[in-house]
């Protein structure tokens, strides 16, 4: 029987990837005021009050051990690859930027063979030399730039690709024990203790840490980011449960698209060729991995 599709959770999935490139464009902003790992720190106090009332509601018993040993380790992961893109973002495009972090796709797929077994097919190793291919455009781009270079930020975009590719393998692991309520809550939690515990080693490298936002502006743009994540987790989260992924995965990828728009309007970025070029190879290579249900979804439901 022919597979019915739904138009409402196709709306749904593509509201949640708008909303996160808003937050990313506001985070973005409190970036370069605050610094990454300061508002970080403030928009996970945020979002851990905006996700407790529905966890609470939902809530029929303390998480058991194995939930909790997810939420602890990726609410660690989650709290680096957020510094370290938010880090990149402020250094990069946000278009280029977001082409940069879609080889985390291509990069789970030898994770999910060497955590969860699974075997690499010959199809998903040509999608990931496209891949590979667009972020050398990319990085080729970068390089030959007559301005700065910002290649710590491509470094950190590309070290958050990597952290993004192992919490694809721990959402799929965490979803087998834990709703979506829970794990929003508990990665807003956990991720903001991970955070603090790290603000000794913050401090050596800065002693002005954390800083505290200086206006009412960049308040208001943390407490609207902690609230585009959230809201966008659970958009996603209700998409996922009635729609088969392959028809949301490529939705993700609109991602791009409100990059190049948020951040010409607010950012003034410009638009290049290689960005555009970068962007489609690595694409190319995500759809064609994609195509087998067997590996893992590009699309993912946690908010950085």
């Given at each position: 029987?022919r597979?019915?599709h739904?138009?409402?959770p196709?709306?749904?999935a593509?509201?949640?990837?708008?909303?996160?490139?808003?937050?990313?464009?506001?985070?973005?902003?409190?970036?370069?005021?605050i610094?990454?790992?300061?508002?970080m720190l403030?928009?996970?106090?945020?979002?851990?009050?905006?996700?407790?009332?529905?966890?609470?509601?939902s809530?029929?018993?303390?998480?058991?051990r194995?939930?909790?040993?997810f939420?602890?380790?990726?609410?660690?992961v989650?709290?680096?690859?957020?510094?370290?893109?938010?880090?990149?973002?402020?250094?990069?495009?946000?278009?280029?930027?977001?082409a940069?972090?879609?080889?985390?796709?291509?990069?789970?797929?030898?994770?999910?063979?060497?955590?969860?077994?699974?075997?690499?097919s010959?199809?998903?190793?040509?999608?990931?030399?496209?891949?590979l291919?667009?972020?050398?455009?990319?990085?080729?781009?970068r390089?030959?730039?007559?301005?700065?270079r910002?290649?710590d930020?491509?470094?950190?975009?590309?070290?958050?690709?990597m952290?993004?590719?192992?919490?694809l393998?721990?959402m799929?692991?965490?979803?087998?024990?834990?709703g979506?309520?829970?794990?929003?809550?508990?990665q807003?939690?956990?991720?903001?203790?991970?955070?603090?515990?790290?603000?000794?080693?913050?401090?050596?490298?800065?002693?002005?840490?954390?800083?505290?936002?200086?206006?009412?502006?960049?308040w208001g743009l943390?407490?609207?980011?902690?609230?585009?994540?959230?809201?966008s987790?659970?958009?996603?989260?209700?998409?996922?449960?009635?729609?088969?992924?392959?028809?949301?995965?490529?939705?993700?990828?609109?991602?791009?698209?409100?990059?190049?728009?948020?951040?010409?309007?607010f950012y003034?970025?410009?638009?290049?060729?290689?960005?555009l070029?970068?962007?489609?190879l690595?694409?190319?290579?995500?759809?064609?991995?994609?195509?087998?249900?067997?590996?893992?979804?590009?699309?993912?439901e946690?908010?950085?």
């Amino acid at each position: 029987m022919r597979h019915r599709h739904h138009l409402l959770p196709i709306v749904a999935a593509a509201l949640g990837i708008a909303l996160f490139a808003g937050m990313d464009a506001a985070m973005k902003a409190v970036a370069l005021a605050i610094g990454a790992y300061s508002g970080m720190l403030w928009r996970q106090l945020f979002a851990t009050a905006f996700s407790a009332p529905a966890y609470l509601r939902s809530r029929t018993a303390w998480p058991g051990r194995a939930a909790l040993r997810f939420h602890v380790l990726r609410g660690a992961v989650g709290a680096a690859m957020a510094v370290l893109w938010f880090h990149g973002l402020s250094r990069l495009p946000m278009a280029e930027a977001i082409a940069l972090s879609f080889v985390a796709p291509l990069i789970a797929l030898y994770l999910a063979a060497m955590l969860l077994k699974e075997r690499v097919s010959r199809q998903s190793m040509w999608a990931s030399l496209l891949g590979l291919s667009g972020m050398l455009v990319l990085l080729w781009a970068r390089l030959g730039t007559g301005g700065e270079r910002h290649l710590d930020g491509v470094a950190a975009i590309l070290a958050s690709a990597m952290l993004y590719a192992w919490n694809l393998i721990l959402m799929r692991q965490q979803s087998q024990v834990a709703g979506p309520a829970e794990v929003s809550f508990f990665q807003s939690l956990i991720s903001g203790a991970w955070l603090l515990l790290a603000l000794p080693l913050a401090m050596l490298v800065d002693p002005a840490l954390p800083a505290i936002p200086g206006n009412n502006a960049h308040w208001g743009l943390i407490a609207l980011s902690a609230a585009l994540a959230v809201t966008s987790l659970f958009l996603l989260s209700w998409a996922y449960g009635r729609e088969e992924a392959q028809v949301l995965v490529p939705i993700e990828y609109s991602a791009f698209l409100w990059a190049l728009a948020l951040g010409a309007i607010f950012y003034a970025d410009p638009l290049r060729w290689t960005t555009l070029a970068g962007a489609a190879l690595i694409v190319l290579g995500c759809l064609l991995a994609a195509r087998r249900p067997r590996h893992v979804s590009p699309v993912v439901e946690v908010a950085v």
